[in-house]
């Protein structure tokens, strides 16, 4: 195939495709484009160009944001069963009553 000086070969990854090798080697690339230029490369040998994609799985900044995502609700998971699980504060063999009269003689003392 020949590329003449007015002409440009353009070819769109796919999404979700990453370039595992490319021969001849692109003279530009922008974003999901790689892109030969006529004034740069004139010509391709037989079979050329060649490339090999492989499918990505799953992206690095998708399984960041699913970490982030389980680390957040795992973490209010815990708050939830701690808040439904404490135990409430009980005062046991406190008499109000009784509490009240020995500071009620404790002020009367003071007076005196």
């Given amino acids: 195939m020949l590329l003449f000086t007015d002409n440009v070969l353009i070819i769109k990854i796919p999404e979700n495709y990453d370039v595992e090798s490319v021969t001849p080697v692109f003279d530009k690339h922008d974003g999901n484009r790689l892109i030969w230029d ?3 490369y004139h010509g391709f040998a037989r079979g050329e160009p060649a490339l090999i994609l492989s499918r990505k799985i799953i992206s690095q900044e998708t399984l960041l944001i699913a970490a982030i995502i389980m680390f957040l609700i795992s973490g209010y998971s815990v708050i939830l069963w701690k808040k439904r699980h404490a ?3 009980i005062m046991k063999d406190v008499n109000l009553l009784d509490l009240s009269l020995s500071r009620e003689r404790t002020f009367r003392g003071m007076k005196r």
Wanted: charged share 0%; net charge neutral; glycine share 16%.
């Fill in 87 to 89: 135990q409430p504060y």
């Fill in 38 to 40: 006529g004034t740069l």
